[in-house]
């Protein structure tokens, strides 16, 4: 697809789950952990789910993990692109703390 030039592609919603936004609520979340998290749904929405670095289930490539934090140090952020949704949209679905 082109765009207009100096136009980029607009993103995907990142929409959270209930698991997710139980974790964000919670006062003792340590507040790197907010950032990361917040951080990633920016970068899962600008990439539209491509993020550099994240892979993808074998048996549904719609499933996606990317890491938390510098290389990873905090966790583990699990996502799903809905792509055939009107609209379309991502999910943030689970985040594994370490």
């Known amino acids: 697809m082109s765009e207009p030039y100096g136009e980029e592609p607009e993103g995907l919603?990142?929409?959270l789950s209930e698991e997710v936004t139980e974790?964000?609520?919670?006062?003792?979340?340590p507040g790197a952990v907010f950032g990361a998290i917040v951080a990633a749904t920016v970068v899962i929405n600008e990439t539209r789910g491509e993020v550099?670095?994240?892979t993808a289930s074998?048996?549904?490539?719609?499933?996606?993990?990317?890491p938390?934090?510098?290389d990873g140090s905090l966790?583990?952020?699990e996502y799903v692109i809905v792509a055939d949704a009107d609209p379309p949209h991502i999910v943030l679905t689970r985040i594994q703390l370490y």
Do not use: Y
């Open 23 to 29: 974790l964000l609520m919670d006062k003792a979340l």
């Open 58 to 66: 074998a048996k549904w490539p719609q499933q996606r993990r990317m």
């Open 68 to 70: 938390l934090g510098a």
């Open 13 to 15: 919603p990142c929409v």
């Open 75 to 77: 966790g583990i952020a």
């Open 52 to 54: 550099p670095g994240s």
